[in-house]
């Protein structure tokens, strides 16, 4: 089964999605990282969709009950990297990333949840 990796750094996690998302591998990815968000005591999650070129509405959900569930576990998420195209095409859906928050890149990211180094 395809999986994406999900990265420690210090009490953070890194998630890079490098592949187009389909429904079965949006719903192991957030499997997968809500249960190492618990085993790895994570604080913070950093997701980069810096190389999604197109995200429709059950990722972009997923996105967002990832976040919620991550906040539930006491972790914070960041999305890092999104292009022009999918923050227009998140706003033309009605698509809000409640509780989410956004950055321009991973090390900007890493500043909005309070870690400048390790």
């Known amino acids: 089964m395809e999986r994406i990796p999900i990265l420690r750094m210090g009490d953070l996690l ?3 999605i490098q592949v187009d998302m389909h429904d079965r ?3 192991t990815l957030q499997d997968d990282l809500t249960e190492r968000i618990v085993r790895d005591n994570a ?3 950093l997701i980069d969709i810096s190389a999604l070129d197109l995200v429709d509405s059950f990722i972009g959900r997923m996105i967002s009950n990832t976040a919620a569930m991550a906040r539930v576990l006491d972790a914070q998420t960041v999305v890092v990297g ?3 195209a999918v923050a227009i095409t998140l706003v033309e859906l009605g698509l809000t990333l409640h509780g989410v928050k956004t950055a321009l890149n991973v090390e900007k990211g890493m ?3 309070g ?3 390790f």
């Open 82 to 84: 999104m292009q022009p």
């Open 25 to 27: 591998l949006a719903m």
């Open 14 to 16: 890194l998630v890079t």
């Open 115 to 117: 870690k400048t180094h």
């Open 111 to 113: 500043t909005l949840l």
């Open 43 to 45: 604080k913070g999650v």
